[in-house]
């Protein structure tokens, strides 16, 4: 059982900058592959980033990639997102998720999910 705790969010300015948190608990966080997702009112949640369990490697989506940073931190329990240029349409509430076996952009690849943190981006 993982439990994940986002952090970081808040109210920015377009082009603005924020740094997500996500603490895990448990002494196997090293042995899930992490992603970050975002939902935006009205809808669907959909794939931000991820990482594999050593850090080795990283995806993106689209609309992120050159913006936003996945990283972690396996000593600390901790994976990040930081959010260079922020724009109006990244205001969503961001959740972070850990999967067992494989990374993918797929929701249901994830087995365990935070609670969410909101991001608000004015122009």
């Known amino acids: 059982q993982v439990q994940l705790v986002e952090s970081g969010g808040g109210s920015v300015q377009a082009g603005g900058s924020l740094r997500l948190s996500c603490a895990a608990s448990g002494r196997t966080f090293s042995s899930y592959g992490m992603g970050w997702f975002r939902q935006a009112p009205g809808k669907e949640r959909e794939f931000v980033a991820s990482i594999s369990k050593t850090g080795g490697s990283t995806f993106y989506a689209d609309s992120v990639k050159g913006r936003f940073t996945i990283s972690r931190d396996n000593a600390k329990n901790t994976v990040y997102l930081q959010m260079n240029s922020l724009k109006p349409e990244d205001t969503a509430v961001y959740y972070c998720?850990?999967?067992?076996?494989?990374?993918?952009?797929?929701?249901?690849?994830?087995?365990?999910w935070g609670q969410g943190t909101q991001v608000t981006v004015s122009s």
């Open positions: 998720a850990a999967a067992r076996v494989v990374i993918t952009p797929s929701i249901k690849d994830y087995d365990y």
